[in-house]
């Protein structure tokens, strides 16, 4: 078993930057890929990113890429997302979220073994 927890959310204005962080433990070992999703209320759950865990290979959905990154420290098992110029749009929960499954750029849900419990992102105009 894996489990994440993510850190760093808040409210922040139009323009802001935030940084996200999602520790996990357990049999990290497992871990092959990690990601980050996003659930505005009454919406789905939408894919923001996915890194490679060890080898360190990043991917973005279109509605982030350019205004975000994805790092993570292998040392200390944290994964970040690093978010800029951020939008009301941006307002969402915030999820990272482990596989075991080994291909590059896991962007379902479905794929994703263990999911973190949230942490709330609200961007203010």
């Known amino acids: 078993q894996v489990q994440l927890g993510e850190s760093g959310g808040g409210l922040v204005q139009t323009g802001d930057s935030l940084r996200l962080s999602c520790a996990a433990s357990g049999h990290t070992d497992s871990i092959f890929g990690m990601g980050w999703f996003r659930q505005a209320p009454g919406k789905e759950r939408e894919f923001v990113g996915t890194i490679v865990w060890r080898a360190g290979n990043t991917y973005y959905d279109d509605s982030m890429r350019g205004r975000s990154t994805i790092s993570r420290d292998n040392s200390k098992n944290i994964m970040y997302l690093q978010m800029n110029d951020l939008k009301p749009d941006d307002t969402a929960t915030y999820y990272c979220?482990?596989?075991?499954?080994?291909?590059?750029?896991?962007?379902?849900?479905?794929?994703?073994?263990?999911w973190g419990q949230g942490t709330q992102v609200t961007v203010s105009s």
């Open positions: 979220a482990a596989s075991r499954r080994q291909f590059y750029y896991i962007i379902r849900a479905d794929d994703y073994d263990y």
